[in-house]
């Protein structure tokens, strides 16, 4: 418990997350405060950089930065404080809030605020590919063209915008060849993505690493090799119960500290949902730099 009630908080509020989502959600979230008589103050971001810097100002001023908003905005304020012994408050109000769905923090924005009320907080882990931190899952290959669909897409909320966005990116996919070095250790394949994972979920609650703990020191790199359309298609649906990986002929899954990817043509590494850098890419962990308030039975 940190006695996190006890001080002021800042809101940083992406007003058009999920859609317009956080702005929905902003009066009853003030509501719940209100009711709790918790000091709180909001701050609408403009930007990614806005968000960083109003987080940085909540911290200066000794309140606790809490994060309205999904997957981006979290990851670009969670990876800019990591390692400043700064605690991070959570509201989920973006489309896939796969990070809060890891860890277990209500998406219900009522049960949100009591969690952090409670101020229970656990130590997470941090990734960095080419210096670009980010919490949840690295990835790239087919991936990168699905995010890049799906970020376009501004008519569909949740995870259809990721089944609709893999639906289109499949149509015109052609398999890439991948090259993963750790240290001396070098592997090839042909086939779909490479995921780094910190996090177990991504795309609105697609299970792609189901082993993925963001407080163990290491990266799930997942792999999925040369298959056919179709039959990539039909086990598309086991992607969200996080079965997938018994298929050990087609997806690859091991444990790392560090890895080095490239591939035979270009492709934008995407990370909490947004582009995060380019091929190739050293993708790293940086254990425990982040304190996040979760509930209390996964603090």
């Given at each position: 418990m940190g006695g996190f009630a006890e001080r002021a908080w800042t809101?940083?509020?992406?007003?058009?997350?999920?859609g317009g989502r956080a702005r929905q959600l902003l009066p009853r979230i003030e509501r719940a405060l209100d009711a709790r008589r918790q000091v709180f103050r909001v701050e609408p971001?403009?930007?990614l950089e806005h968000g960083i810097d109003l987080a940085f100002e909540a911290i200066d001023a000794r309140e606790i930065p809490v994060v309205v908003s999904g997957d981006g905005l979290l990851g670009a304020i969670g990876g800019a404080i990591a390692g400043t012994g700064a605690t991070l408050g959570l509201i989920p109000a973006g489309r896939g809030n796969d990070l809060a769905r890891g860890l277990?923090?209500?998406?219900?924005?009522?049960?949100?605020?009591e969690c952090l009320i409670a101020g229970h907080t656990r130590p997470?882990?941090?990734?960095?590919?080419?210096?670009?931190?980010?919490?949840?899952?690295?990835?790239?290959?087919?991936?990168?063209?699905?995010?890049?669909?799906?970020?376009?897409?501004?008519?569909?909320?949740?995870?259809?915008v990721y089944?609709?966005?893999?639906?289109?990116?499949?149509?015109?996919?052609?398999?890439?060849?991948?090259?993963?070095?750790?240290?001396e250790r070098r592997s090839r394949f042909t086939g779909y993505t490479?995921?780094?994972?910190?996090?177990?979920?991504?795309g609105g609650g697609m299970n792609i690493a189901p082993g993925a703990d963001p407080s163990d020191g290491l990266l799930d790199v997942v792999t999925i090799g040369e298959v056919g359309r179709l039959r990539f298609l039909l086990h598309l649906p086991r992607?969200?119960?996080?079965?997938?990986?018994?298929?050990?002929?087609?997806v690859t899954v091991r444990r790392t500290r560090s890895i080095e990817i490239s591939a035979s043509r270009p492709f934008?590494?995407?990370?909490?949902?947004?582009p995060l850098t380019e091929l190739p890419a050293t993708v790293r962990i940086l254990p425990g730099e982040l304190e996040l308030i979760v509930p209390e039975e996964t603090a």
């Open positions: 809101l940083i509020v992406n007003p058009s997350s999920g971001t403009r930007s277990g923090i209500p998406t219900d924005p009522v049960a949100a605020v997470i882990d941090v990734g960095e590919a080419n210096g670009q931190r980010f919490l949840g899952i690295a990835s790239v290959g087919f991936d990168s063209d699905a995010n890049r669909i799906a970020n376009e897409a501004r008519f569909l909320k949740g995870t259809p089944a609709w966005a893999a639906l289109r990116a499949l149509i015109g996919w052609k398999p890439a060849r991948f090259t993963l070095r750790e240290g490479v995921a780094v994972a910190n996090n177990g979920f991504y992607v969200f119960k996080g079965t997938h990986v018994e298929d050990e002929e087609v934008t590494m995407y990370a909490d949902g947004d």
